[in-house]
């Protein structure tokens, strides 16, 4: 019996993961810390999650056909989760139009003027909320939770401005709202940020479904519990540390955005500086800087490093020899 072989060249290892589906495993995990924020944070919230993710699809769609490509790629998802993760970055009484900003930077310059998804160098979302930091005070105009702001609210005249747990960490205080409010997200912040519970729910469910690996989220959030342990602040060391690790978008920094495959490294070496890194700094500017919350710009500054990580951290081809 005759039996014919097809060469080609390589890689031989084929598997049945597709970008559409590790996509779709992402969204599922994010669905948790989104809805506790529309329990908390009322049906504004979930507007700010629609606008934003219709944004950054449309942006997609709309920069496809502007530039003629042969294909669209809105089918991957990719926009989806980056419109979600985005809309998590925001506080409800920011302006809607924010999110119609925000997704259009998010997609079109930090994504597609790079080539597009696996080219881009910074995660969009933390990119683009980033350029949001032009209008400091919307973004950082907190709202109580079940403080239940009309759809089409004037943020400036309706919210309730209250502080976040970080701003009293950074004057050296335990927060009131308490560990337990702050595990379930009944705390002032951003939308999708407040639940450590719910992502870290999000982030199992990642982990099992083997769409991230444990290196990076853990090696970020110990960073920072052994530094503000270390260096806490007050007379509970350990209630000081707990309440850094819940606050602020810590959790949802270190599970979601900060394993983003495209902008993090490839090795398992490479991730664990990449999060030691990512914690570093982020508890640098908690404790130096004049913003309370580190997390984005901690991932952003690592972001721009990994090409020199995944450089001095690739593991020797088989059979090469030792360096003379």
């Not at 080609?8 to 969204?27: A, F, L, N, Y």
């Not at 993710?53 to 942006?59: L, P, T």
């Not at 597609?112 to 160098?121: D, W």
């Not at 908690?286 to 984005?296: L, T």
Request: hydrophobic letters at 50%; proline letters at 5%; aromatic letters at 10%.
């Amino acid at each position: 019996m005759n039996t014919s072989y097809v060469m080609s060249s390589s890689p031989h290892m084929r598997s049945d993961e597709t970008v559409t589906k590790i996509m779709r495993d992402v969204i599922i995990a994010l669905v948790p810390a989104g809805v506790i924020g529309v329990y908390f944070f009322g049906p504004r919230a979930l507007m700010h999650i629609i606008i934003t993710v219709a944004a950054c699809i449309a942006s997609e769609w709309a920069y496809n056909k502007i530039t003629k490509k042969g294909y669209n790629t809105i089918g991957d998802l990719s926009a989806v989760v980056t419109g979600i993760l985005l809309a998590y970055n925001l506080p409800v009484a920011a302006p809607l139009w924010i999110g119609l900003v925000g997704g259009a930077f998010a997609i079109i310059v930090v994504k597609q003027f790079f080539g597009g998804l696996g080219q881009n160098f910074m995660n969009p979302a933390l990119a683009a909320r980033a350029f949001l930091f032009s209008w400091a005070v919307i973004m950082t105009t907190w709202t109580a939770p079940h403080t239940v702001l009309p759809i089409f609210a004037t943020p400036a005249t309706d919210a309730i401005a209250t502080a976040t747990p970080l701003v009293a960490l950074k004057a050296g205080q335990i927060p009131d709202a308490g560990l337990f409010n702050l595990f379930i997200g009944n705390v002032g912040g951003c939308i999708g940020e407040t639940s450590a519970l719910c992502l870290l729910i999000g982030g199992a469910y990642l982990v099992i479904r083997k769409v991230i690996s444990v290196r990076i989220p853990l090696a970020f959030i110990l960073t920072v519990a052994v530094l503000t342990l270390i260096f806490a602040r007050g007379n509970n060391n350990l209630e000081f540390m707990l309440s850094h690790i819940l606050s602020g978008g810590l959790m949802l920094g270190a599970i979601f955005m900060a394993t983003d495959y495209a902008t993090s490294p490839v090795t398992k070496k490479g991730q664990i500086i990449f999060g030691i890194g990512c914690g570093l700094l982020t508890v640098f500017i908690r404790y130096f800087g004049s913003y309370p919350e580190g997390v984005s710009y901690s991932i952003l500054l690592m972001n721009a490093c990994v090409w020199l990580i995944d450089t001095h951290t690739k593991p020797k081809a088989f059979g090469e020899g030792a360096k003379k």
